[in-house]
């Protein structure tokens, strides 16, 4: 009897056991089936079914970690791919394992995979770079590229995660470099032009203060020529203005509707008295089609059109001709003025819509410089372009395009 029942207890100790095996077998091919598609593990019973639970919490912040991550890295992917500094990073070896698109625009060539020395092709670069390597310590570098008249800044930084490699960063300071130059030669210009009828003036009330101012003759003649520098300095003085104000984008365009041929109509009829004291005849060449309207501050184009009218008539010798003229071409009207003076030497060409420039200071009489800089931002905040067509000793056409309405 009780072996018997000995018996059925060790059957059934065994029956328990399989069935605990069963059970336990099935968990783990249920997990191991989880696991393999990559999904969360299913919930079970006992010691298994906490392992689960405790498998499936690390695996949910394992993959929020992961896409913390994966949005920090495409969010820096973005911030180099935008960036106007060129970024190299550089391993051991010296082979380039990152460019971004600023690097490459620089170098002008694909970069990862090449060699330091071929990727920057510049010794002054190469050797920062290598000092930077040797020396384990950031290093700083200006230089100037002579091909490209590019003016550069490198940083070289050690990049403490790959032994020996290098993160290269490389700023294009070339414009502004160019502003401060302009800046400085802005200064030194006005400097200039000041200094002139400031000097004269000087020596007119000195000599008036000497005797002249009893002299019936000579006093009014030195006061007559006070006059014109003080005209010469309030006219610098205004267009100077006018230029920093249109230039710092101060003045607001009141742009309308602008009939092309009446708007070269008033230009004309204002330099008319010039032109005639000039002995230049002054013409406005009519369309046989209407001309389209264009979309222009009405008072500002007619400032432009009176400078380069002013011009023409100032350049070209008595007798001469100045022709106002307007065509359509695409969506916009080109003006012209073509005059028949003395013209402008083609290598003096590109330079004249910069400010203060002049051609030959001699020539030029009073101008200034400025009236050709300041046409030309009063265009470009049309959304237009100004250009001349010159050749010496046959006359100039000054051209600029206006937007159609
Ligand atoms: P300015 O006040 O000296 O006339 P601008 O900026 O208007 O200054 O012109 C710059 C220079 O371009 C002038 O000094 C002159 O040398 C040249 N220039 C401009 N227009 C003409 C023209 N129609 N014919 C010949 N030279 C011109």
Redesign the pocket.
């Known amino acids: 009897m009780i072996v018997e029942v000995v018996l059925g207890l060790v059957l059934l100790a065994m029956l328990w056991l399989g069935w605990q095996y069963w059970t336990l077998r099935r968990g783990i091919h249920a997990m191991l089936s989880a696991a393999q598609r990559s999904e969360a593990l299913p919930p079970t019973e006992g010691m298994l079914g906490e392992l689960a639970r405790l498998l499936n919490q690390q695996r949910a912040a394992l993959r929020e970690r992961l896409v913390a991550a994966n949005t920090e890295r495409g969010r820096l992917a973005a911030i180099l791919d935008q960036l106007a500094d060129a970024v190299i990073i550089a391993d051991a070896e010296g082979r380039v394992r990152f460019a971004n698109p600023a690097a490459e625009q620089l170098c002008g060539l694909p970069l990862v995979g090449r060699s330091v020395v071929e990727a920057l092709r510049h010794h002054q670069l190469v050797d920062a770079w290598r000092r930077c390597r040797d020396t384990g310590q950031p290093q700083t570098e200006s230089l100037e590229v002579p091909a490209s008249r590019q003016f550069l800044q490198a940083v070289i930084v050690p990049d403490r995660e790959a032994h020996s490699g290098a993160l290269l960063v490389v700023r294009d300071l070339t414009r502004l470099r160019r502003l401060e130059t302009v800046r400085r030669d802005f200064i030194s210009n006005i400097s200039h032009e000041l200094r002139t009828p400031i000097a004269s003036l000087k020596a007119l009330a000195e000599t008036l203060q000497a005797g002249a101012l009893s002299d019936p003759e000579a006093g009014p003649r030195f006061l007559g020529r006070i006059q014109t520098e003080v005209d010469a300095l309030a006219q610098l003085v205004q267009e100077l203005l006018d230029l920093s104000r249109i230039e710092s984008g101060q003045v607001e365009l009141i742009f309308r509707r602008v009939e092309p041929l009446a708007l070269l109509r008033s230009a004309a009829d204002r330099m008319r008295v010039q032109a005639e004291r000039a002995g230049v005849s002054l013409t406005v060449q009519e369309t046989p089609e209407p001309l389209p309207e264009v979309w222009a501050d009405e008072t500002r184009l007619e400032q432009v059109l009176v400078?380069?009218i002013?011009?023409?008539i100032?350049?070209?010798h008595r007798g001469g001709s100045v022709t106002l003229s307007a065509q359509t071409q695409g969506r916009t009207v080109v003006f012209a003025?073509r005059?028949t003076?003395?013209?402008?030497p083609a290598d003096?060409l590109p330079r004249?819509?910069e400010r203060f420039?002049?051609?030959?200071?001699s020539?030029?009489?009073?101008?200034?410089?400025?009236?050709?800089?300041?046409?030309k931002h009063i265009v470009e905040a049309h959304g237009g372009r100004i250009w001349?067509k010159?050749r010496e000793g046959e006359?100039?056409i000054?051209f600029f395009s206006i937007p159609i309405v």
Do not use: M, P, Q
């Open positions: 400078n380069l002013h011009n023409a100032k350049f070209t003025v005059d003076g003395i013209g402008i003096e004249i819509f420039y002049r051609v030959d200071k020539r030029s009489g009073s101008g200034t410089g400025l009236g050709l800089s300041i046409s001349a010159s006359g100039s000054f």
